[in-house]
């Protein structure tokens, strides 16, 4: 099974700041890299396929860069309603494989 | 408008079966791969089991042997069939749509339901 390790588990930021998680693929999955977005007692939302193409719909204050295994997800300045939790998802190779999330709290 | 919505959870012993079901919306399930995933209390996303429009399945390892994904084309329904449940089974069970009709979108969950809770309790 493909491992996505991602980091941080959390981090605390203020309104404005420019935050940036991501995922290292334990071996390659092309760009067959997406992130979610996930709210309390909501469902996971698409933000990034393709591991840099934005979803219909999504603020383009979201990006997304790819680096070998290595993927990012940015918010180029951190909102209030982007206080939630952050997955990245594997689907290259079955099992598809999730990150650990990153749960973006207030400072 | 493209729509899920699950239904099916509930209640349930250790060792007892349910069935969740998909309903789908403004889109045909036959002609897209589907997942169910499963969020444990306070935990991260889980992948349980796809179904792709071809017919084919897989499942979990956590899940193989004890759980079945299967699809209704005339109800245009997925389904989850879960045996022999335990108590680490206890979830939010999610469906979502694998968009898989054209390789540029690398296979992202574009839709998801809005969940349905399995307790596993004695």
């Known amino acids: 099974d493909i491992q996505m390790t991602q980091s941080p588990s959390s981090l605390s930021a203020s309104v404005g700041d420019r935050v940036t998680i991501t995922c290292r693929a334990s071996?390659?999955?092309?760009?067959?890299l997406s992130w979610y977005q996930q709210k309390p007692g909501k469902a996971p939302k698409l933000l990034i396929y393709?591991?840099?193409s934005l979803q219909s719909g999504v603020p383009s204050k979201f990006s997304g860069t790819k680096s070998g295994t290595d993927f990012a997800l940015t918010i180029s300045s951190l909102q209030p309603e982007d206080f939630a939790t952050y997955y990245c998802?594997?689907?290259?190779?079955?099992?598809?494989?999730f990150g650990q999330g990153t749960k973006v709290e207030v400072k | 408008e493209v729509q899920l919505v699950e239904s099916g959870g509930g209640l349930v012993q250790p060792g007892g079966s349910l069935r969740l079901s998909c309903a789908a919306s403004?889109?045909?399930?036959?002609?897209?791969?589907l997942n169910w995933v499963r969020q444990a209390p306070g935990k991260g996303l889980e992948w349980v089991s796809i179904?792709?429009?071809?017919?084919?399945?897989y499942h979990a390892d956590s899940v193989k042997g004890r759980f079945t994904i299967s699809r209704d084309n005339s109800r245009n329904t997925l389904y989850l069939q879960m045996n022999s449940l335990r108590v680490e089974d206890t979830a939010v069970y999610y469906c979502?749509?694998?968009?898989?009709?054209?390789?540029?979108?690398?296979?992202?969950?574009?839709?998801w339901g809005q969940g349905t809770l399995v307790t596993v309790s004695s």
């Open positions: 071996q390659s999955v092309s760009s067959y």
């Open positions: 979502a749509r694998e968009i898989s009709s054209s390789p540029s979108f690398y296979n992202p969950l574009d839709y």
């Open positions: 998802l594997q689907t290259y190779s079955i099992p598809p494989t």
């Open positions: 179904i792709f429009s071809g017919g084919n399945t």
């Open positions: 393709a591991a840099s």
């Open positions: 403004g889109f045909t399930v036959s002609n897209y791969y």
